[in-house]
């Protein structure tokens, strides 16, 4: 259902007819579905009816245009399964519209309807206020992976390597996710920076700015986390190459321990006739107990030389 706000002097709730009307100065912010949008008179006015220039949310853009500003966001899903939030918006004519299918809008504009003070605001400012509540806990998310990764790291450091590769491709996905996704917004903040038509004031023009700047930061937070994630790889990869090496270090020790016996059967297996202590009553006795001294003794010298 469509939904229609006046910003100043807060945000408030008006009619359609209210939000078509021709009166100057009060800048409106709408949410529409696309059939809604098809019937929209304002929109009729602009010619943008069928929405042609929104093109899919896919991904964050903005775009200006001779009179009027558009683009569309795609928001991040927090959780695996969640459906992310994608919009497109239109700025023209003192009013902002929303163009979604979803319910993603409409929550975040009764949350700011709450909070944002538009006594002074215009559309500008709005928008700005609107695009802070999109990354508000952001930095929590982010934290969120940063501790997904340290709990990987204490596991692989204790020995605990059960589905890392999955564990750690899930966080690498998500830190190359908010990456992008930081990145678009920041080329959304300098294209309406730049101001093309004279959308927005000086003090519009800061709050934009601010903005810009935290995204810069969170993106500045996501690529440290991808680094993190590169460290935590190579810790795993070195728990990999010295469980490799007491692999290896085993093998030798076996080697080394039952090459002699094995030299001492290739020696009285050769059936040569001319062997005394083959005749000797205690010939079989005497080649075990010589087998036994050359393991002990070889044990004996490889923990001598700590391989055991």
Not at 20 to 30: W, Y
Not at 189 to 213: C, H, M, P
Request: glycine share 6%; aromatic share 10%.
């Amino acid at each position: 259902m469509a939904e229609y706000y006046r910003i100043q002097p807060k945000l408030t709730s008006i009619t359609e007819d209210e939000f078509n009307s021709q009166e100057t100065g009060i800048p409106k912010v709408a949410v529409l579905s696309p059939k809604e949008a098809s019937g929209n008179m304002f929109l009729q006015k602009y010619h943008l009816q069928n929405l042609h220039l929104f093109g899919q949310a896919h991904f964050c853009k903005a775009e200006t245009h001779m009179g009027f500003l558009c683009g569309t966001f795609a928001l991040p899903s927090p959780k695996v399964h969640e459906k992310n939030g994608r919009f497109s918006y239109l700025l023209a004519g003192g009013k902002l519209i929303f163009l979604e299918e979803g319910s993603h809008v409409s929550k975040i504009l009764r949350r700011l309807s709450e909070s944002f003070d538009g006594s002074h605001a215009g559309l500008g400012l709005f928008l700005a206020a609107f695009m802070e509540t999109l990354i508000e806990h952001d930095l929590e998310r982010l934290i969120k992976i940063e501790n997904e990764l340290a709990h990987l790291e204490d596991d692989v450091l204790s020995g605990k390597l059960d589905q890392f590769n999955q564990k750690l491709s899930a966080c690498r996905r998500q830190i190359l996710v908010y990456s992008h996704y930081y990145l678009q917004l920041a080329d959304i903040g300098s294209i309406l920076q730049q101001n093309g038509s004279d959308f927005f004031t000086d003090s519009e023009l800061t709050a934009l700015r601010l903005f810009s700047e935290r995204i810069g930061r969170l993106h500045e937070e996501a690529l440290m986390l991808r680094e993190y994630s590169t460290q935590v790889r190579e810790v795993y990869q070195s728990q990999i190459d010295i469980r490799q090496n007491n692999i290896m270090k085993i093998l030798t020790v076996v080697t080394t321990v039952f090459m002699p016996l094995t030299l001492i059967a290739g020696w009285y297996g050769m059936n040569f006739t001319a062997m005394p202590e083959l005749n000797w009553k205690y010939g079989y006795a005497a080649v075990i107990i010589l087998s036994a001294a050359t393991v002990s003794l070889c044990i004996y010298l490889c923990k001598k030389k700590h391989f055991l």
